[in-house]
Each structure stands twice: as C-alpha cells, then as structure tokens.
C-alpha cells in the first residue's frame, strides 16, 4: 500500500510521506475534490496517503452547491470523513442575488442530511476576491443566512475572512474596512453560533481575543509555517490549548518545508510537528490535544 501511494504522489508531482505521526490527527479542513481537479490525486487515494501518516480523520469543505454536494456524499460514504456545507463568499458574488436564493435552499437541505454533515462553511467575507460593494453587501447577507442555518440545525460554523489588501495570509498595511470587521459584526449582531472555527487563521492576537471570548476555535493551516506569520504565531501563543485546530485547506497554503507545491491532507504532518514546536508539547501530546479539539468542535467524534 505505502509503496502505490509512494509512486502515485510521486507521478503526480507531488511531495513525499512524511514520517508517521505518533498518534492519529484530524485535517480540520480540506477540499479533496479541488485535490483532485488541480493535483490529480483521486479523494480514495489523497485518503489512504492521509491514513500512511496517522491524518486519519477529515472535515471535507464544501465552497459552492456542488462541492457541498461532493462533501455530503463523500461524509456518507466514508465513516472517517465529516461534511461542511455552503457557498463561498467568492462564489456567493459571483453568482448574484437571482441565483443565490436556490443555491442557499440546497445549503440548508444538506445541512440537515444526518450526523455526517457536521457545519455550516466556508462562510463569511472574502474583500480579497470580491473588491465591489455590491458584491460584498451580498456577501454579508450570505454569511449572515448562513449562520442562522448554523443555529436552526445545531451545527458548527467555519468561517473564512480574507482582506483585500494583504490576501489574509500575511501581517501588512490595510486600508479602510477590513474584511474581519465585517465577520465580528455580523457575528455579534446573529449571535454566535456555539462552534465557531476560524478557518485558515489569519489575523493576530487581539482579534483573536475576540473570537476566543466568543468561544471559537483558531483553525491554524501550513501558512503557520511561514516566515511571515509571525502574527498568526503570536494569536497561536495566547491560545488555550483546547481551542487550537491544524488544517490542510488543500490544495493550497502547503506548509514548509513542501511550501510552493501542492497540498494533500498527508502533508498536515508537517503542520502539527510546527505547532508542536511552538506550544513546547510532544508530538504524542499535540496529536492527542489537536484530534480532541477538532472533535469538538466538530460536535463529537465521528
Ligand atoms: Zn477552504
């Protein structure tokens, strides 16, 4: 088995195993269908490379009506796999108000699909992809139907925010209205859904204050690693150890030392090993706290 997995990563370009964890660990978030539509990994396979390095379960992220879709099925049919369903800021803008009002319906029927489909997201502002205000008043709205679906079935929220100016990925000058002021008001004036994640985190310390007074989980992915983040490292510091999540979001954010190539949902060993480092555990203890954390916030193991 490691052997095929080994040559099949390899023919696809992508990067090798890395070493085994010591226990199994949760990828928070991650999207196998664009992991096989831009690295050509096929879901059975990116799953089964995930199990070689002890990634043994995974939230599987819907973006539009048919990625949700994909993470419903793909939640049924595999005991190691939960769902999130929604539309995507981006997508949300791009589609428009005749199409969204459909789009929304189908969210909510997934949404109460059973025990499989387990949040609502990605949700919430993105002013990197979508600059106009129409665009992003539509945007709000959205997020805003999408945390009530989070209350009305119970189900966790996993929100993106990305600024316009610094791509959300890095510290940097912002100019005017950031995209995370827009996803705390909204938050406040819907209410706070019980399990809130914060997908990909991308702000510093003192917004992450706010969202852990709110009780939400920090969703930390492969730009924790980067030389750049040193303010993401700095909201990972202040964090209560039960309230740290580690994703993949792949395709994308690869961690170092594979940083610039694709992702797969086996690279998130390198991503715990570095969050390990940082809060000063051992690498049994960061599995274990991380597989707990994600489980939870996930409303139960699965
Ligand atoms: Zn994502």
Redesign the pocket.
């Known amino acids: 088995m490691n052997e095929a997995i080994r040559e099949v990563l390899a023919e696809a370009g992508l990067p090798p195993l890395p070493e085994p964890l010591a226990r199994p660990v949760v990828d928070a978030?991650?999207?196998l269908d664009?992991v096989a539509d831009i690295a050509h990994l096929d879901p059975e396979i990116s799953l089964a490379a995930a199990r070689e390095v002890g990634v043994s379960h995974i939230a599987q992220?819907g973006?539009d009506v048919e990625g949700s879709e994909f993470a419903e099925n793909l939640a049924r049919t595999h005991a190691n796999v939960i769902a999130a369903v929604a539309i995507?800021p981006n997508d949300a803008a791009r589609m428009g108000r005749t199409k969204i009002g459909p789009a929304l319906k189908r969210i909510d029927e997934l949404a109460g699909a059973g025990d499989h489909v387990r949040a609502i997201?990605?949700t919430g502002i993105d002013h990197f992809g979508t600059a106009d205000e129409e665009g992003q008043a539509l945007q709000r709205e959205v997020f805003a139907a999408h945390i009530a679906m989070a209350h009305e079935h119970g189900l966790a929220l996993?929100i993106?925010m990305r600024d316009a100016r610094n791509g959300g990925q890095t510290d940097g000058p912002t100019q005017g209205r950031q995209a995370h002021d827009d996803v705390v008001d909204i938050l406040n004036s819907e209410g706070w859904p019980e399990r809130v994640i914060m997908?990909?985190y991308s702000g510093d310390a003192d917004l992450a204050r706010t969202c852990l007074e709110h009780g939400a989980y920090l969703s930390f992915s492969g730009t924790i690693t980067f030389n750049s983040a040193a303010p993401q490292r700095d909201a990972l510091a202040i964090a209560p150890d039960d309230r740290i999540l580690v994703?993949t979001?792949a395709p994308?954010l690869t961690p170092v030392p594979r940083r610039g190539k694709r992702n797969g949902p086996y690279l998130l060993a390198h991503t715990v090993r570095f969050v390990a480092q940082q809060r000063g555990w051992g690498e049994a203890q960061a599995c274990q706290q991380l597989a707990d954390n994600a489980f939870a916030a996930y409303g139960g193991a699965w």
């Open positions: 978030h991650t999207h664009t992220i973006c995507h997201g990605e996993a993106h997908h990909c994703e979001d994308f």
